[in-house]
């Protein structure tokens, strides 16, 4: 038994795209065309282990499915409205139907991710449970993405066709990008899978070599083909007895895969023949090609590499291509003209996260002979890398760096213009060692030391914790903002803008943040109803008294909303026109010393700001907030905050700052 | 998995219809991305036999042609089942006569 359901698998695997295209072509819908497949399928489960294998296996299953696809129509009563179709031609296979299949499974209306399960089931013939367990997730998810693609495909009206020759392009560009995301998935992961995921890369390059077949005149089907096959050949060297990935230049050419690099190499040359702009597989194709004719890591012709490179970010200008673009001319023209490349990237929002841009700019700065940022480089690649294998990989090479060049540190005196060497109290300090000081400090409020703490995250992030504080620069702190924020909103940036400053200032180097301005905030459209800022002194005495008094005390204070509304008639020094509120005073101006005394009305303690209504007795208050004359209670945030917008169409905050600077 | 399948020499010359046959199936196992590599074999062979330091090269053939290999196919495939039904394929259109099917590994 276990016998005949692995024959059944194996004729499945090897039949099933041409069972189920059959079936599309009778049926023009996925959902039941799969589902009658799968009900051969199982058909052959059940009576091949009585009456054994059939001679002609593959037949066999083609006639039990189109036998049940007929049935499927009479149940349908769609019978007449198919029999003319049935009659005629219907049931010939046409040699381009499973192009066809290929063509519906990757539909532009689909995500790629349902693409690859979707393609892997109907033209790969695996099962739920052998995608699911070669993505690394559970066989519901993959059934239940499965069910979903189907449902899209039938509302797109997804046709069993060859698109046209406009759409020719595009479609296939999505299936090419459907296989190589197949690939990608088994061949991007390292250590610990591996008894899996290979699973995946034969899978993608057998789906390109159909491919490839089926459509012999595009190239770029043969150039992914061609790609495919060469980076397959590199497999058993890509990673060390220990698992640690080897670098390209590293790996034992000894262990790469002739076979499978003489495959690529005569994909590449049919893809060639075919004549044509070269696009991005082919072009990515004859980069790998390049390293594989290479004897040793030496006879690698870059300058060819960096050429070709140069042709794909034309065609595919993506910050990841422009960046191994530059590794390549590092090689080619030294690492001086890479770096020049590398630089810029810096402020690639995309690439902000990617650790193998500090990795690359690494390399670059120790070639350079320049030690000290090549290790701080590897150490922030090292804090970027979420694959452990690479971040232990990584740490390696900076704490070699490091040994090397014992007195590297040394070099950390050359201060670029914008810092002060010398006035640093946390000279000494790293960014990370710092960050932590100031982000302990306990005299900030939780909101602000959250606002804090994201700000000197992306320092971290992007600088590098280990960083000594003093070999900050102005320009670094300034590229970072224009990478992290640069988009955002004004009031964003300011608020990291200003983060920065307080850091800055408490860590003795306010020039860290000299190249950093706040942003004007724009103005905001114009209130309906209650022109504030025009006239605002008669809608201020026409407000309740209480309401006049707070917003023209938050004006003239310009202090936070909470802090007002703290305040106690024991707190206030009418006389000095000021108030202690914690470990702050509250100024205010003829405007409020006019109106204070008169809501006062004589009280000498309790809560400055009252509510209208006394506190429900079942709800327990403080003292603290409950007036000891009246036994009203202490005017809250959102009740101010709600009148303050029905009377005037603004909110308390923006009290503050009057436009044109009137209250 | 890779496999090989080696196909024993027959002393029967192959005709016309066999070639195109075989032809044909090649081209199958191609389009389906399972064949890497296949090739017919010379009836000549060199033995190459070592003893201690010794190494002995002699001409061929075998003294039995039933021994000697006359074909080889290497295939790419899931599973030991998918090569065998890819084998059943092949003698059927080849008729009498026997294949030898091994798992490759490495590289």
Known sequence: MPYIRATVDAVWRLESARIVAALMRLLHDVGPAEEIAQDALVAALEQWPATGVPDNPGAWLTTIAKRRAVDHIRRARRFEELAPRLAVDALEEQPDDVLRLMFISCHPALPPRTRAALTLRMVAGLSAAEIARAFLTTEQVILRRIAEAKRVLAEAGARFELPPPEELAARLSSVLEVLYLIFNEGYAATAGDDLLRPELTREALRLGRILAELAPDEAEAHGLVALMEIQASRSAARTGPDGVPVQLHDQDRGLWDPLLIRRGFTALLRARELGGTPGPYVLQAAIAVCHAQARTAADTDWAQIATLYELLEQRVPTPVVRLNRAVAVGFARGPQAGLDLVDPLLTDPALRDFHLLPGVRADLLLRLGRTAEARREFERAAGLATNTAERAFLLKRAESTNTANRDALSTYTHHPAGTAPGETTAAG????????????RDDLEAATLRSYRQTMRRLRRTLGDRLPLSAITADDVARTFATAWGGAAPATWNRHVAAARTFAAWSGSPALTGQLSKKDLPDRPPKQGVAWDTGNAPLRESAP????ALWTLIGESGAPI??????????????????????????????????????????????????????VPSRPLADADRCPETGRRRLSYERAEYLCKQLTGRTLSELKHPPNGQL | MRFLMMSMATDEPADEQLYAEMGKFIQEMTAKGVLLATGGLAPEAVVITSVGDEVTVTDGPFAEAREAVGGFALVEVGSKEEAIELGRRFRRIVGDGRSVIQQVFGP
């Open chain 1, 429 to 440: 300090a790293t960014l990370g060692e710092a960050a932590d000081a100031f982000l302990a």
């Open chain 1, 545 to 548: 008294l209480r309401e006049s």
């Open chain 1, 562 to 615: 909470h802090h007002v509304l703290s305040l106690n008639v024991e707190d206030l020094d009418l006389e000095d026109r000021r108030a202690r509120a914690g470990r702050r005073w509250i100024t205010w101006r003829s405007g409020t010393a006019r109106l204070l005394p008169r809501l006062l009305a004589g009280r000498t303690r309790g809560p400055v700001f009252l509510a209208d209504r006394r506190p």
